[in-house]
């Protein structure tokens, strides 16, 4: 297995890469956010219950999004690599997901990161919510709350892969194509 992990503050075009991504080295896609997302259209009690936290800029417990990506590994158990995006958001999720990917033999081979300026995040993200539909994407109070959680508690993860090597950054500015030649160099 190749396990993958792309990381970076919300609006670092985790989203758009990771399509490019699974296309090309043909992982599954894990991103809690969709997954979160989904739970909220179908409006099932766990979908009310995160919508309220997301729409704060929060973070959803960590319980609950392990255990949405505990069930979507097992959905896609024969797949040949997982790319995480949006997740793991904690240290207490990285160990988590360390621990799931152990049970498989497996671990993750590669984090990579997108490096983005506050400014430039801002600037996308109030974009993307004129088109979007995504409440947490149009209000910038609920934005710079998110990018506080990011720094508070979703840095820390950076460090955790570091210490085992994994961990690799890049510019995240720039075309969407120059950006997806960075992460194929890093991919190797
Ligand atoms: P962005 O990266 O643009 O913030 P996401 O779609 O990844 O967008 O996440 C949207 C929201 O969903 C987050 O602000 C948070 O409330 C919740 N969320 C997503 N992934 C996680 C996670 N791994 N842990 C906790 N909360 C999460």
């Known amino acids: 297995m190749f396990n993958l992990i792309l990381f970076g503050p919300p609006g670092s075009g985790k989203g758009t890469q990771s399509e490019k991504i699974i296309e090309r080295f043909?992982?599954?896609h894990l991103s809690t956010g969709d997954l979160l997302r989904s739970e909220i259209a179908n409006a099932t009690p766990l979908g009310m219950q995160a919508k309220e936290i997301m729409d704060k800029g929060q973070l959803v417990?960590?319980?609950v999004v392990v255990g949405m990506i505990r069930s979507a590994m097992e959905r896609h158990a024969d797949a040949?690599?997982?790319?995480f995006d949006g997740f793991p958001r904690t240290v207490a999720q990285a160990e988590a997901l360390d621990a799931l990917l152990a049970e498989k033999g497996a671990?993750?081979?590669?984090?990579?990161?997108?490096?983005?300026?506050?400014?430039?995040?801002?600037?996308?993200?109030?974009?993307?919510g004129l088109t979007s539909g995504r409440s947490d994407d149009?209000?910038?109070?609920?934005?710079?709350?998110r990018i506080e959680e990011y720094q508070n508690k979703t840095t820390a993860v950076a460090g955790h892969y570091r210490a085992l090597n994994r961990y690799t950054s890049i510019p995240g500015e720039g075309s969407i194509e120059d950006i997806f030649e960075r992460i194929c160099e890093v991919m190797g």
């Open 80 to 83: 040949k690599g997982f790319l």
């Open 61 to 63: 417990p960590d319980a």
């Open 107 to 128: 671990s993750i081979n590669l984090m990579i990161a997108l490096i983005v300026s506050d400014e430039e995040l801002i600037k996308r993200l109030l974009q993307r």
């Open 26 to 28: 043909g992982l599954k």
């Open 138 to 145: 149009s209000n910038e109070t609920v934005i710079r709350a």
